[in-house]
């Protein structure tokens, strides 16, 4: 297998051999069957490369189950600059997200949606492959990449996958042509398997939302829900969500289903779903009526623009990485996280500041870390003069498919 590991990184693979290697992958351990379930609602899922302030997953979850579609959500805990869907849900209260599979299967039926973390007989050879790349040096091979990520995603098998594959400063794959490949490596493995898959590129060049850090990213994700969420949060949710229900079946256009999506953000079906994942789960439903009820960490402290201007850089790398020196990250699989630790952002790139109006927060439970982080979170920030303009990529750029890649915009016409 080591030897398979160095040539598969010095050689490349072909998609058929991509697909064949995953496909392989997810069936080395339990791959989920659905036939006890009743009704003929379709099961769809979607899966991020990970990006600072990403709590995407927790609105668009509930929203596409809002329609009657089931998505069984195995996700992950964060490590490095990037966080993780199950920390996020863990700060609720309660939340429990080891299921069993009797429990996985019951609220599946039950309430459409379960978010949950991968059991060990879930493409067990994965962990076993990760290992030996990381001691042979393999790790950085995009083939090998790809099919990590997508071995547990069949594994779950899904009727339809929808992903988001983010590119830019604070992406997992920071390189546009390195996202693009993974991209096309995710897809062919998903359709090798015979998973209709399709693929969003999407930037991450200032941290999504104004939140970074657990609690901090689930408020905001229920401000979403309440129909009052950030723009980008709540384009990309829609866009995913759109995409979701036309494999599903639900619509058959894409911006009647981007319509369709926005009206269960702001009639409340979304939140409500949530509420019912929440409960299932063993979460306290009531911190979503009352967010701030749960308490604040002992120590926050504001970063102030020193003069007026424009909002011309915020470093979600570094934010990222700051987050996790707060105490909200993990740099071992082994570390605690404190889940109120993090930032909330007063302004965005492109936004104007008069001297003295508020930038960024942070919060720990530790003045020294703090001190030090608010050093380095403020290295991260660029006011230029006043006046002056950012040039942004587009939330969404691209769209990948079997078919091949077209723009965003040529995706809204087909």
């Known amino acids: 297998m080591s030897a398979l590991c160095m040539a598969i990184f010095l050689r490349g693979c072909s998609n058929s051999e991509i697909a064949a290697m995953t496909l392989a992958m997810a069936e080395s351990g339990t791959v989920a069957d659905y036939s006890q379930l009743e009704g003929d609602a379709r099961l769809v899922d979607k899966h991020s490369t990970g990006g600072?302030?990403?709590?995407?997953?927790?609105?668009?979850?509930?929203?596409?189950?809002?329609?009657?579609?089931?998505?069984?959500?195995?996700?992950?805990?964060?490590?490095?600059?990037?966080?993780?869907?199950?920390?996020?849900?863990?700060?609720?209260?309660g939340f429990n997200s080891n299921l069993t599979t009797e429990h996985f299967m019951d609220q599946l039926q039950t309430v459409g949606c379960c978010m949950f973390a991968p059991t060990a007989d879930i493409a067990p050879v994965d962990k076993t492959i990760y290992a030996l790349r990381d001691v042979t040096g393999t790790t950085e091979s995009l083939p090998l990449i790809g099919s990590s990520i997508m071995s547990k995603k069949i594994a779950e098998n899904p009727d339809a996958l929808t992903l988001d594959v983010k590119t830019g400063r604070g992406?997992?794959?920071?390189?546009?042509?390195?996202?693009?490949?993974?991209?096309?490596v995710m897809v062919a493995a998903g359709e090798g398997a015979g998973i209709p898959t399709i693929a969003f590129l999407t930037s991450m060049e200032q941290p999504l939302g104004y939140t970074v850090g657990n609690w901090l990213e689930a408020k905001e994700a229920i401000e979403t829900l309440n129909g009052h969420g950030p723009a980008d949060i709540e384009e990309l949710c829609v866009v995913q969500a759109a995409q979701m229900l036309l494999q599903g079946g639900c619509s058959t256009s894409f911006t009647t289903a981007k319509d369709a999506a926005t009206e269960h953000l702001r009639n409340g079906a979304a939140l409500q779903k949530f509420k019912d994942i929440v409960t299932a789960q063993g979460g306290d439903v009531a911190v979503i009526d009352d967010p701030q009820s749960v308490g604040a960490?002992?120590?926050?402290?504001?970063?102030?623009?020193?003069q007026a201007g424009v909002v011309t850089g915020i470093d979600p790398f570094e934010i990222g990485?700051?987050?996790?020196?707060?105490?909200?990250?993990?740099?071992?699989?082994?570390?605690?996280?404190?889940?109120?630790?993090?930032?909330?952002?007063h302004r965005k790139i492109g936004d104007e500041v008069a001297a003295g109006d508020p930038v960024f927060t942070a919060y720990s439970e530790s003045e020294a870390l703090l001190i030090h982080g608010m050093q380095r979170a403020s290295a991260a920030i660029e006011i230029g003069p006043?006046?002056?303009?950012?040039?942004?990529?587009?939330?969404?750029?691209?769209?990948?498919?079997?078919?091949?890649?077209?723009?965003?915009?040529?995706?809204l016409a087909k």
């Open 52 to 93: 600072v302030g990403d709590k995407v997953s927790l609105v668009l979850a509930p929203l596409v189950a809002s329609f009657g579609l089931r998505v069984p959500m195995m996700t992950g805990r964060g490590l490095g600059h990037t966080g993780g869907t199950l920390d996020k849900l863990e700060s609720i209260p």
């Open 171 to 184: 992406a997992f794959l920071q390189d546009w042509e390195q996202s693009l490949a993974l991209a096309e």
């Open 297 to 306: 960490t002992e120590f926050e402290q504001t970063f102030v623009a020193q």
């Open 321 to 345: 990485l700051t987050s996790v020196g707060l105490g909200a990250g993990r740099q071992t699989v082994e570390d605690n996280i404190d889940p109120a630790a993090g930032f909330v952002f």
């Open 386 to 411: 006043p006046g002056s303009t950012v040039s942004l990529p587009p939330l969404i750029s691209h769209v990948m498919d079997s078919t091949g890649i077209c723009t965003y915009t040529e995706h």
